[in-house]
């Protein structure tokens, strides 16, 4: 009888152990397998900052919030051996619950730092005689933003240093608002001629800052020809209400048919009726880079990365509009990855050249003046220029309303032989507010 008990005790032994086991080679995999996800995406070890980005779904900060929630919820009912992954509720954790519970500690104070971070992050591209224009960009998103702004220019090499003895001109206080990083003209090596001739000079740079900054998590990027009107962050607002498919948005080329380019005269697909115009795209390049696009050149879908050369490469011959003319095709294939806002953040001289046409602009006023095709440096649309020039020409701590749009509104009173200066209303509408908000600001400050 004693032989039996110790052969009993002996197999229970042997059960607990191989128990032991097989739950740590459980474990083990799921730590290997975070492991390999944080290598997928080119990230070095497990830093804070890194881990947030990895852990980001929703747009803005917003997703981190939501996983921040999650997060919490799984630490208060972590695994245990009373309390195995297999028994915790699915909405709680999930598949992975043994690997976020174990790694809840590390991740909730990414996302904590990650939340606290304010800032809209704003890209430009520069070349050749853009350092003015690019400069009066800059200025009128630091005067009306109330929130921090990270600059991220991308220029071509003489125009670096030119870029930062401008901005480290700027009065003190005003460089307390913004962080600035230039960067270089970055292309493919083997293609890197093609893309920069293609539509203007390094123009289609902008296709490729999702791959550039792996780092960032979302963007909004500008033309140079781009003045706005009210704060940059209310545009960056809108990435909270993008739907979980939705990756990059941008407004619509044309709101009048008649009048629309791509619907007359594209030779290849395009988005919607009228097209999109990405002279102000902003874009979750996390959603970005992780997704797999249809396209109309295999079966198979591809990564952003693996997509642009080919597409250029099919379509060359048949595109004007350069770079927007490859976004408008990945979009007329993959409709349901795009955010469409109102043409008030993209206004431009179609709006108005023969008569008022964007609704929403005449209700709430432009938002983001675009002023394309070269309007600010000639005269066909005084208006435009108008505003460029009073931006331009405003120095840093003087009134706003006696120094710029006072000023402005004489000169919009001698536009009024163009459509667009018979709309002038609608240049100033919003800038009226946005300069009352700065100013009672101000005010508070200074009790």
């Not at 990650?114 to 800032?119: G, M, T």
């Not at 990405?278 to 959603?287: D, F, H, K, Q, Y």
Request: charged share 25%.
């Amino acid at each position: 009888m004693r032989c039996y008990l110790h052969t009993f005790l002996l197999c229970m032994i042997f059960v607990f152990f191989s128990f032991l086991y097989v739950f740590n080679q459980l474990a083990s995999t799921l730590e290997d397998r975070d492991g390999w996800r944080v290598k997928e995406h080119g990230i070095p070890g497990r830093k804070s900052h890194d881990t947030g980005h990895l852990l980001r779904k929703r747009p803005g900060l917003e997703g981190l919030r939501d996983r921040e929630e999650g997060l919490d919820r799984c630490k208060s009912q972590s695994v245990s051996y009373w309390n195995p992954y297999w028994r915790l509720p699915a909405d709680v954790c999930g598949v992975n619950c043994l690997l976020e519970s174990s790694f809840s500690e590390r991740s909730n104070s990414a996302v904590k730092a990650e939340s606290r971070d304010e800032s809209s992050h704003l890209a430009v591209v520069a070349c050749g005689p853009r350092l003015e224009e690019t400069v009066t960009m800059l200025k009128s998103a630091v005067l009306f933003s109330k929130k921090p702004l990270h600059f991220y220019i991308f220029a071509e090499d003489e125009l670096h240093k030119s870029f930062r003895n401008t901005l480290e001109s700027w009065p003190l206080r005003v460089r307390a608002r913004f962080n600035s990083s230039i960067y270089p003209i970055t292309f493919p090596k083997e293609n890197a001629r093609e893309w920069k001739k293609l539509f203007k000079p390094c123009a289609s740079q902008r296709l490729f800052l999702p791959l550039i900054l792996k780092e960032v998590d979302s963007l909004l990027y500008v033309d140079t020809d781009i003045i706005f009107l009210q704060p940059v962050e209310d545009m960056w607002a809108l990435l909270s209400q993008f739907n979980s498919r939705q990756l990059a948005a941008m407004a619509p080329e044309h709101e009048e048919p008649r009048i629309g380019w791509y619907n007359r005269f594209a030779r290849h697909p395009y988005y919607g009726k009228t097209g999109i115009n990405s002279g102000v795209m902003l874009m979750n390049m996390t959603r970005l880079r992780e997704k797999f696009f249809k396209n109309d050149m295999t079966t198979v879908t591809l990564k952003w990365e693996e997509m642009l050369m080919p597409l250029l490469q099919k379509y060359k011959l048949n595109i004007t509009w350069g770079d927007q003319d490859l976004l408008n095709i990945i979009f007329h294939h993959n409709p349901e990855s795009l955010y469409m806002f109102p043409c008030q953040w993209n206004y431009r001289p179609d709006h108005c050249i023969y008569g008022s046409n964007c609704q929403q602009a005449e209700q709430e006023g432009v938002f983001i003046l675009h002023g394309n095709r070269g309007v600010y440096h000639d005269d066909k649309q005084p208006a435009f220029r108008a505003v460029y020039e009073a931006i331009r020409k405003y120095q840093f701590g003087d009134n706003l309303e006696t120094s710029l749009l006072r000023p402005l509104e004489t000169s919009l009173q001698t536009t009024t032989h163009t459509y667009c200066g018979r709309a002038s209303h609608l240049l100033t509408k919003r800038l009226k507010q946005s300069i009352m908000s700065v100013q009672q600001d101000a005010t508070q400050r200074r009790r």
